[in-house]
């Protein structure tokens, strides 16, 4: 990233900061981005302490912090977050916005992340949508969906948002571009 000019990084559904604290000790600015009640968590709430402690670290909460905010990124990472989201209306609204802090000065690149083939594993009876409700009959439950990589390439390139490349550390690792051949 460093090599390409990237430095301000948008991690959205930062979750319990992992990706930012490893970008931030590499030097990079970054903003983590998640609802208030997922940054209360233990693990999210002790990194983000550590996180406060370093230079180029903001936080936002979703939504209405984020799009609010006037800043611009380079780059955001979406990492194990759009499967997680149990309506399109809302997948739609975090691309849309997110695509909106892409700098239109500097390079927007996106960093995807997915599971695939984990759904295989559930049964019909706790779908929802286009995926399926975990732990349905717990006290928390959580919704996950999966989509093949050329599902996924439509589902951004109606965003705008085109297949680049592919990185490693995930069955599905994408690298997404506002513009084809960045």
Request: hydrophobic share 35%.
């Amino acid at each position: 990233m460093k090599e390409r000019g990237f430095n301000r990084i948008l991690d959205f559904g930062a979750g319990a900061l992992r990706h930012t604290l490893a970008f931030l000790n590499e030097g990079f600015e970054v903003t983590a981005v998640e609802y208030k009640e997922a940054f209360s968590r233990p693990k999210a709430k002790e990194n983000l302490q550590i996180a406060r402690t370093k230079d180029g670290f903001s936080e936002l909460i979703w939504p209405k912090d984020f799009i609010h905010s006037k800043q611009k990124y380079d780059v955001a990472l979406l990492i194990f977050v759009i499967q997680v989201v149990p309506f399109k209306t809302d997948r739609n609204r975090i691309l849309d916005e997110i695509k909106k802090k892409l700098d239109n000065n500097g390079p927007k690149r996106l960093y995807y992340a997915s599971r695939f083939g984990e759904g295989r594993k559930l049964s019909d009876e706790v779908r929802f949508n286009d995926g399926w409700i975990l732990g349905l009959k717990k006290s928390t439950q959580s919704f996950y969906t999966d989509w093949n990589a050329a599902t996924t390439h439509k589902m951004m390139k109606k965003k705008g948002f085109f297949h680049a490349g592919n990185y490693s550390g995930a069955s599905q690792p994408f690298i997404y571009d506002l513009k084809p051949g960045l």
